[in-house]
């Protein structure tokens, strides 16, 4: 490993560990460098810069996420590696350790993620223009959903253990001002774009820029190793 294993690379490794076949994504022949997962021709390593974030993140993965290569979570844990917790999900059984991690919050948690009818019916939407959320945006850790829309869909909606903590939806605003930064953008926010944007809704433009420019780099070692065949 040319950086030290943090909390989505050891997660992936325990995954591995318990999985009964290979995960074979597309490009699975290619040589890949061992910590970034890109093909080699493709590694980005050298642009990891590992910074700190006034708030926390728990990354929930769906495990079809968090083998692939193309995976945009991880950047946020590779960026602010002491800020972020990675665990699997689980619609029955979630992990005891993330709960104890939630309950240990006292309600100081969030789950990012967009508006939905159900979530507007149940009242369990943070406004997120209140000044008393952005005043203790310091002590507030965001839970993540890490997988296809579809998916995340599925892990918000189907697991009760989630139903008592509140979301937040990024605002028209943030991803206005996100889509005049990239013009011809389909719409389709990865995950690093995402957290991108909250962390500008919070005002946190350093660890915003960071955290997007991180994601382009990524995005471009993805484009280079498909032109050089090894698709991902």
Not at 205 to 213: I, M, V, Y
Request: proline share 3%; net charge positive; glycine share 2%.
């Amino acid at each position: 490993m040319k950086h030290t294993p943090h909390t989505v690379d050891i997660l992936r490794e325990h995954c591995t560990s318990l999985s009964r076949r290979p995960f074979l994504a597309r490009g699975s022949s290619a040589i890949r460098c061992s910590t970034c997962l890109m093909a080699e021709n493709a590694c980005f390593c050298l642009e990891r810069k590992a910074t700190t974030s006034p708030i926390n993140f728990i990354l929930l993965y769906h495990r079809d996420e968090i083998f692939k290569p193309t995976n945009s979570g991880r950047l946020i844990a590779d960026l602010f590696p002491e800020q972020t917790q990675a665990y699997l999900w689980s619609r029955t059984e979630p992990d005891i350790k993330l709960l104890d991690h939630i309950s240990n919050l006292q309600g100081k948690v969030t789950i990012l993620y967009p508006e939905t009818e159900r979530r507007t019916l149940n009242k369990t939407i943070i406004e997120s223009e209140k000044a008393s959320f952005f005043e203790r945006r310091a002590e507030h850790t965001f839970i993540v959903l890490d997988g296809t829309w579809k998916q995340a869909s599925k892990m918000l909606h189907q697991s009760r253990w989630l139903d008592s903590i509140p979301t937040l939806a990024i605002n028209e605003a943030s991803q206005r001002t996100f889509l005049v930064r990239h013009s011809g953008h389909d719409m389709q926010f990865a995950t690093a774009e995402v957290v991108s944007m909250l962390l500008s809704q919070l005002e946190l433009t350093e660890q915003s820029d960071q955290l997007l420019h991180y994601y382009q780099t990524f995005n471009r070692q993805c484009l280079k190793s498909r032109k050089r065949g090894n698709d991902l």
